[in-house]
């Protein structure tokens, strides 16, 4: 789901905004990065100062054919106060918050996100990803969501690869994207007594059994989509959208609704590993995989297990 339903309540005071306060120019300075609902993310190639090279931001905007609505406005307030009481390796970092002319969060530029990266492999060669690319991705954002979880006692929300940032060649992955977080209590379960409309949004494809059929909201809520993200890097493709031989592919099913009812009843289902996955090279993967796609929240791993798990297989010699 992509829309809110109740506007982020913020409690703290306005952050400052950020000391090395900048303009946003016109393109050609700014250059799309992605975008979500009612924002738009750009990366701002930043003028040197005294002949020194600055570092580019991605800036987090409110999309121009958006009327102002006070929803996304706070929900991008509450990102920005978050951010920036956040620090950790594998989150992306804040840069600023700035209010006058332009409402914008300027967090940390990185290369690409992970949902970029599928689809250009789409584009060229359809080949999976290797299996340490994905136990790398494991390794950074179960450490991110670990840090998430314990230390900060909060629910990412929208665990999917384009929330996944990735710089080189897979140096080091980031989780961005805390619009829609959620506060958790010591137990790790979803604490409504802090927000009065603890809502879970997410995205329906990566979204948890709990979630479309009702139930315990809590940290292992996280740990489903993140296994989904991994079956993306095998099969190159999001969640559920996969045909198979019991759909009827004629013409007339394409145009009603059974081709959309047909991919949404799967939505909270474990998918089916892609053809020509070879079980023995990606034994790995696969594991981490079934790991965190368990329909029993409570069989799935947590996010401090699911890293160290990774981290462990990375540096084996039989990947």
């Given at each position: 789901m992509a829309e809110f339903q109740t506007p982020v309540k913020v409690k703290s005071n306005k952050i400052p905004e950020g000391s090395d306060k900048i303009s946003i120019p016109p393109s050609p300075f700014l250059n799309r990065l992605g975008y979500g609902t009612g924002v738009?993310?750009?990366?701002?190639?930043?003028s040197p100062k005294a002949g020194q090279i600055r570092s580019p931001w991605a800036l987090k905007?409110?999309?121009?054919?958006?009327?102002?609505?006070?929803?996304?406005?706070e929900?991008?307030?509450a990102e920005a106060e978050l951010l920036q009481r956040m620090s950790h390796p594998n989150i992306v970092g804040f840069r600023a918050f700035g209010t006058t002319k332009i409402l914008y969060l300027g967090m940390e530029a990185c290369d690409l996100s992970l949902g970029d990266m599928i689809e250009k492999k789409?584009?060229?060669?359809?080949?999976?990803?290797?299996?340490k690319c994905i136990l790398k991705v494991a390794a950074d954002i179960g450490n991110a969501l670990d840090y998430l979880h314990t230390k900060m006692q909060i629910l990412h929300g929208d665990m999917k690869s384009y929330n996944i940032l990735v710089n080189g060649d897979f140096v080091i992955c980031k989780l961005c994207d805390f619009g829609v977080t959620l506060p958790l209590d010591e137990n790790g379960v979803l604490d409504k007594q802090k927000k009065k409309y603890a809502i879970y949004f997410g995205t329906e494809a990566w979204s948890a059994p709990e979630v479309i059929h009702g139930g315990t909201i809590s940290s292992a809520?996280?740990?489903w989509p993140l296994g989904l993200v991994f079956w993306e890097m095998l099969a190159l493709m999001p969640p559920h959208t996969q045909m198979d031989?019991?759909?009827?592919?004629?013409?007339?099913?394409?145009?009603?609704d059974s081709m959309l009812d047909h991919f949404t009843e799967r939505y909270g289902t474990r998918p089916v590993v892609p053809g020509g996955i070879c079980p023995v090279r990606y034994e790995q993967p696969l594991v981490l995989f079934c790991s965190c796609t368990q329909?029993?929240?409570?069989?799935?791993?947590?996010?401090?297990?699911?890293?160290?798990?990774?981290?462990?297989?990375?540096?084996?010699?039989?990947?």
């Open positions: 738009s993310v750009m990366q701002l190639v930043r905007m409110l999309n121009k054919r958006v009327k102002p609505n006070k929803v996304y406005t929900r991008l307030q789409v584009e060229n060669d359809c080949e999976p990803f290797a299996p809520t996280d740990m031989d019991t759909f009827d592919e004629s013409v007339d099913s394409l145009q009603d329909e029993a929240p409570s069989a799935r791993p947590s996010a401090r297990r699911l890293a160290d798990a990774a981290h462990l297989a990375w540096h084996t010699d039989a990947v």
